[in-house]
């Protein structure tokens, strides 16, 4: 909205509509609010974007969001309980940029005479709640309960009060309820660790309390499950040898049990546990309860209906009926393997499918047949374009498999972004400083700073090269499949639908026997390796590897040995399995450290 003055100067007054911009994002308040309403004990809402000056005796410019909510029957409804579970509730519904800080349960919405909501008013009762917040745990503190017992807790109450900037906590406070954030959530993790107390970002979405949090942190170091005084380094020094077959029924029954069918179950648990096998340090078994969570609750269909929507001489169109992305895909990389030993080259895209993995793998089913193997995906918004700071593409993995003879094939697996999301989640929850290069922040500049995580995004591998490469991917992958692309996967759409991601993927296998004899062609790699492999070293550099042939020399190991498990990795697994009551367990083979030479 602006006006035109009589010296020809328009001057924006503000916006016509009611978004606002936290953090970087811009949100819409009523996609919020309508989340809210589809809550059962929730009659009225209104979600508005607080100055932080609300809470403290000083000018600020950021702004906290927060939701006033009017229960159906207040008088019935503890707001205290009434907020926790409604926060937990839209934990499940809305992206972390998009969570209320503070829920305020009210009586009534304030309104103004001509019975519109009155926000000034609204502000009143946050300084009103805040103040009243500030006095009870001062009361509390001459209560045993309301002060901090242990070390654990007395840790998390100085890295609370610094993080969360208020001079008095009770141990009993929810994190959320006081202004916390999955921003700040990252600041506890860091300071908790510099003063010595080891936890991870789930714990603070599991004990909201610093009384909670410090007792499942004390529990789980008596346990041996975990230790919560450890060096950061600990994870990487250290490997837990696990069967192959522990793991694989492990996720058979992990899948199964979350209501996957028998075929579906072992080509996911085949696809993971292949990643593990090569150590892979993403897409690994540690993602199979998040699997088996997202298959029970509905959001993967466990019994798919893939099929083929077109079918030419050399190309299969796939819809993947929402199924798992690693079953689909498998079934799609056979199908171009098909048209490649009918007709040379087989080329096939896929449409409403999921994330499938690693691609590495799909074009290890191709190397496997004697083919050379591509393949690509889409996903969720991380990446922008050279010159922009709006998430437009996804990782947008490529892989590539070439066969060879004598040596390992060329396996090539390399992401768009320098390290996706999944790397950046393992570095924090191994302690690890972030290299830069890695993320950018909100205006797009090179960041090491976690703080800038959830504003900001991977930065693309060469720059405007890599840039122009993902677009490239998210035509071959979204555009040509028919399925979903660009914003159409961004978190606001993936959240607040309830429809189903729509992922594409695409796949080609070529047969080298169309253009020379199958010998002569593994002959003619196995001689681009050796030449690649005999130039000269670099300094400090034993050998020259070739892609792939890492993560195959890991593989032949597991095979012999076991599959080596971090034990952030080992312990998810276990603590998944305990909680569920899966029949399989994980048959450990022995516990090692990692050479460090």
């Known amino acids: 909205m602006a006006r035109y003055r009589s010296d020809g100067v328009f001057e924006i007054v503000g916006r016509v509509d009611e978004q ?3 953090r970087g994002f811009r949100i819409e308040p009523g996609e919020i609010e309508t989340i809210i ?5 929730v009659r009225e809402c209104v979600v508005s974007a607080v100055d932080e000056a609300a809470w403290e005796d000083q000018t600020s410019h950021r702004k906290r969001l927060v939701a006033f909510v009017v229960a159906d029957d207040q008088s019935a409804t503890e707001p205290a309980l009434f907020s926790q579970r409604l926060r937990e509730f839209l ?17 009534r919405l304030p309104r103004t005479p001509n019975g519109k909501i009155d926000r000034q008013a609204l502000v009143a009762r946050v300084r009103a709640a805040t103040a009243l917040d500030s006095a009870m745990p001062a009361l509390s503190e001459a209560e045993p309960q309301g002060m901090a017992s242990t070390d654990a807790e007395r840790i998390l109450l100085d890295v609370w009060k610094k993080a969360l900037r208020v001079d008095t906590i009770g141990v009993d406070d929810n994190f959320f309820d006081l202004g916390g954030n999955s921003i700040l959530s990252i600041n506890i993790v860091l300071d908790a660790k510099r003063a010595g107390l080891q936890i991870d970002l789930r714990q603070i979405y599991q004990y909201q309390t610093i009384a909670e949090l410090a007792r499942a942190v004390q529990l789980r170091s008596k346990t041996g499950q975990a230790s919560s005084h450890v060096p950061a380094s600990s994870e990487q020094k250290s490997r837990i040898l696990v069967t192959i077959e522990s793991l694989r029924a492990y996720g058979h029954d992990a899948l199964m049990r979350a209501g996957l069918t028998a075929e579906g179950a072992a080509i996911v648990t085949e696809v993971q546990l292949e990643a593990s096998m090569r150590g892979q340090p993403t897409h690994d078994m540690v993602s199979i309860p998040r699997y088996a969570v997202r298959i029970a609750s509905g959001k993967l269909n466990a019994r798919p209906q893939i099929r083929i929507g077109r079918e030419t001489t050399n190309t299969v169109q796939i819809d993947g009926d929402n199924g798992p992305g690693q079953w689909v895909s498998t079934v799609a990389m056979e199908a171009a393997i098909r048209k490649a030993r009918e007709q040379g080259v087989g080329i096939v895209s896929v449409r409403r499918s999921n994330h499938f993995g690693a691609a590495g793998h799909y074009v290890w089913q191709a190397t496997k047949n004697g083919l050379i193997g591509v393949c690509t995906t889409n996903g969720p918004l991380i ?4 010159g922009g700071i709006t998430p437009t593409f996804g990782n947008n993995p490529l892989g590539v498999g070439i066969p060879a003879g004598r040596h390992f094939p060329i396996l090539l697996d390399i992401a768009m972004s320098v390290a996706p999301r999944g790397k950046i989640g393992l570095a924090v929850a191994e302690g690890k400083p972030l290299p830069p290069g890695w993320i950018l922040d909100r205006f797009g500049c090179p960041s090491t700073d976690l703080a800038d995580l959830a504003a900001g995004l991977g930065m693309p591998i060469g720059g405007h090269k890599g840039y122009g490469l993902a677009l490239v991917l998210e035509v071959l992958a979204g555009v040509l499949s028919g399925a979903g692309f660009s914003a159409d996967h ?9 429809r189903a991601p729509d992922y594409g993927h695409f796949f080609i296998a070529i047969d080298p026997e169309r253009f020379m004899p ?17 130039g000269e070293h670099a300094a400090n550099v034993d050998e020259i590897l070739i892609p792939g042939e890492m993560e195959l020399r890991a593989r032949d190991q597991s095979l012999k040995e076991g599959v080596r498990l971090r034990p952030s990795t080992y312990r998810t697994l276990v603590t998944y399995g305990r909680q569920v009551g899966l029949g399989a367990e994980l048959e450990v083979v022995s516990r090692i450290k990692v050479p460090t030479g």
């Open 383 to 386: 990446l922008a374009p050279t």
């Open 518 to 534: 199958a010998s002569e062609f593994a002959a003619r790699v196995d001689r681009l390796i050796q030449q690649t492999k005999n």
């Open 20 to 22: 606002i911009k936290i």
């Open 37 to 41: 309403r589809t809550y059962p004990d």
């Open 91 to 107: 934990m499940g519904k809305l992206p972390d940029y998009m969570l209320p800080q503070q829920i305020l349960a009210l009586d």
């Open 490 to 498: 961004s978190r606001d759409k993936l959240h607040g639908s309830s």
